[in-house]
């Protein structure tokens, strides 16, 4: 009798389905992951479905309406391991900028018939709502990372997951930093590895897309940018991006729009 597999789920709520992508994208490695895993529910990639309950569940996007807020629990109650993946799903996403903001002029700017829409005032992560086992940051996830998680899940071992910042990722690679050569406004010593440094590899400034790293010092980097000529605003709109709500980012971009409005 051959040995039952574990059951893999993969839900969607408020996103743009880059970090399921993400996982398709992993092409012959998901072939090889196939035969260690089933893939049970995952409706980007099949609409066959197996009833849970389930060994593992990924969900994609934030909690936006009163139906997701439902959803979430019951998806729990039927998942074993839970484990967030992306910007969305960890920190509330993009759309999180409407809780800095009233969600009523949003939607009568944005639908022609406002009065149909139900949805919430804020948009949060998954784990404001139930119990999370592993949160794997991006906007989109790194599949390696991603492979990582699910490889140490099948192993019962902890995943490799980096925790220092994207400046470490900007040594390794060997980047001339952007911050110190030009000025250039850049979170990458707040925010946590896993993109490669992709935007200071072309003299870009990071822009937070996995979010915060363990213990960051955004005070210090909002005062040395300052000090440098970046405005207030220009801060706040940084911190406001990707990873808008996650607690570090949110914090410091209201610490910044505080002193904004007391001294201009």
Known sequence: MSERKPKLAVWKFASCDGCQLSLLNCEDELLALTGKIEIAYFLEAS????????????VEGSITTPHDEERIHEIRRSSRFLM??????????????????????????VYASPQY??????????????????????????????????????HERKPAIPKHSVCVECKTAGNVCVMVSHGTACLG???????????????RGCFGCFGPKETPN??????????????????????????AYATAFRKESEALERAEATHG
């Open 117 to 154: 829409i139900s949805t919430l005032n804020k948009s949060t992560p998954i784990s404001d709502h139930v119990w999370v086992d592993f949160e794997l940051r991006g906007c989109p996830i790194s599949k390696d990372q991603l492979l990582e998680v699910i490889t140490a899940y099948l």
């Open 218 to 243: 955004t005070i210090s980097l909002s005062a040395w940018l300052q000090e440098r000529g970046s405005e207030r605003r220009e801060l706040i709109r940084s911190f406001r991006n990707f990873n």
């Open 47 to 58: 609409r066959a479905t197996v009833e849970g309950p389930y060994d593992l569940s990924l």
């Open 189 to 203: 010593p707040v925010t946590q590895a896993g993109c490669g440094a992709l935007c200071p590899a072309y003299d």
């Open 84 to 109: 967030t993946i992306g910007a969305c799903a960890t920190a509330g996403g993009i759309q999180a900028l409407r809780n800095f903001a009233d969600v009523r002029e949003y939607t009568s700017i």
